[in-house]
């Protein structure tokens, strides 16, 4: 019997997907794509689970990119119609949810596998990681919102440089170029970014959720309108128990218990 293509664990407020093809360095298909996309739609409707971790199976990747077999059977047409289709809904669905996601890199983030870490919010890498835009190499180029997410996360002529070429980078120099927050031993990954989550589940769920809002939706605005937006926003929040929870906790010196409301 096969095992599934994508786990899933919920613990301590944090929600856990690992993608789970390590014979095939957990490259993409659509079945995947579609198992993925339904996990993570039912850690989203789970009210218990206020942060969503990412990681691949094994030790040599994260998502080594799509299943290159399973492309090369496309024409252009289909491939438009279906599993392009796919991976940026599911894509675009991880990068607007009003949960926070972290990426845990374990291996190898290539091609879509960078695509998909350029659509989480923060990106704890192993430092066996290594991090490239490898579809020029196969007479490609990134086509499940690479081309457009990573020239609005990182210099320009640096995301040129990575697309045209098609080189890989290591976990650090991703640091460096800031696609990344930073570089933890591989023994030590999972551990990290579980203390990240925990620490951001600890959190009011409904002001993360309004946060979250107002940064996708102000980045999209002029400065004038995206600053009117955060200040409706802020205002918003000061309408929450959390909120007041929060103020009350800091000035009676105890610990704030959140509850999203």
Request: proline share 3%.
């Amino acid at each position: 019997m096969n095992e599934p293509s994508i786990l899933v664990d919920v613990r301590n407020h944090v929600g856990v997907i690992t993608i789970n093809r390590p014979k095939l360095h957990n490259a993409l298909d659509t079945p995947t794509l579609l198992a993925l996309e339904q996990a993570f739609a039912t850690l989203e409707a789970d009210d218990d689970c206020r942060v969503i971790v990412f990681t691949g199976a094994g030790e040599k990747s994260f998502v080594a990119g799509g299943d290159l077999g399973d492309l090369n059977s496309r024409q252009g047409l289909a491939h438009y119609q279906e599993f392009a289709e796919d991976i940026h809904r599911v894509f675009r669905r991880l990068e607007t949810s009003d949960k926070p996601t972290i990426a845990a890199v374990n291996g190898w983030a290539l091609g879509g596998g960078t695509e998909l870490l350029l659509a989480l919010d923060v990106r704890i890498l192993a430092d066996t990681a290594a991090i490239a835009l490898t579809e020029i190499n196969l007479g490609l180029f990134p086509g499940a919102g690479g081309t457009q997410r990573i020239i609005r996360q990182i210099s320009p002529c640096i995301a040129k440089e990575l697309m045209f070429t098609g080189g890989r980078i290591s976990a650090s120099e991703a640091v460096r170029i800031g696609l990344a927050n930073r570089v933890v031993p591989r023994d030590q990954l999972m551990n990290e970014a579980m203390a990240l989550a925990e620490q951001i589940a600890a959190k009011s769920p409904l002001v993360l959720k309004l946060l979250k809002r107002t940064l996708r939706d102000g980045a999209d605005m002029p400065l004038a309108n995206a600053l009117a937006h955060e200040q409706a926003m802020i205002g918003l929040v000061l309408d929450t128990r959390d909120a007041h929870e929060g103020i009350g906790a800091f000035l009676e010196k105890r610990a704030a218990t959140f509850m999203g409301r």
